[in-house]
């Protein structure tokens, strides 16, 4: 999780106000920005939903199954937030390289 929100943090600085505050830098990262933030938002729903799931001595399984999904995003749907920021900081370039009449 504190990877991921690393991630979103450098790629929003670098929509602000760096390498990639152009328009056309902004347009090419929206859709890949917006879903690296759900992503770190999912992961952090996840985690405080672990830190408030019932302990196991309360005699049901919520609170495993509760840790268990967690784990399962954090292990296998987070990690996609490396890859979205890799794709963020490419840039517009091979996006914005056809031209207009190729369409």
Known sequence: MAEAL??????????????????????????????LFALVCFGWVWLRMTLAA????????????????????????????RGLAAQIGAGAGAIMAPDADWF
């Open 6 to 35: 690393g991630l979103l943090e450098g790629c929003t600085r670098r929509l602000v106000g760096g390498d990639l505050s152009s328009p056309d830098e902004r347009n090419a990262a929206a859709v890949d920005y917006l879903r």
């Open 54 to 81: 019932p302990r196991r001595d309360d005699g049901t399984d919520h609170g495993r199954r509760i840790v268990a999904t967690a784990r399962f995003f954090a292990e296998r749907v987070l990690p996609q937030a």
